[in-house]
């Protein structure tokens, strides 16, 4: 079976708990978040296409509404310059963790 290197657009849904970094974006200079567990039947979309060496991919939780009350903060998701999250998800948790949909 050949090895599929992610893409932007692609869907995966997550089968397996593992920690992985959520970003919070900001209307501001600033990005915060943190590790965090992921959980099981999130499904996210890679934003962006990852360079050939990438240890990881960005990905935008689906739909977004849902999953943010669960990994973001409530104090953060109604700061007034609040703009958004997304998760970084290690290429070894996708490929383990992670089938592509």
Not at 30 to 41: A, D, H, K, L, Q
Request: glycine fraction near 8%.
């Amino acid at each position: 079976m050949s090895e599929h290197h992610p893409r932007r657009g692609d869907r995966y849904v997550v089968t397996a708990e593992f920690q992985a970094i959520m970003l919070t974006h900001w209307f501001a200079p600033f990005t915060g978040g943190g590790s965090r567990p992921i959980p099981v039947g999130l499904e996210f979309i890679v934003t962006v296409d990852p360079p050939a060496k990438a240890t990881a991919v960005n990905g935008q939780p689906h739909p977004s509404d849902v999953w943010e009350k669960m990994l973001v903060d409530e104090r953060e998701r109604t700061a007034e310059k609040y703009g958004g999250y997304s998760v970084s998800i290690p290429l070894t948790d996708l490929a383990t963790h992670c089938p592509r949909r």
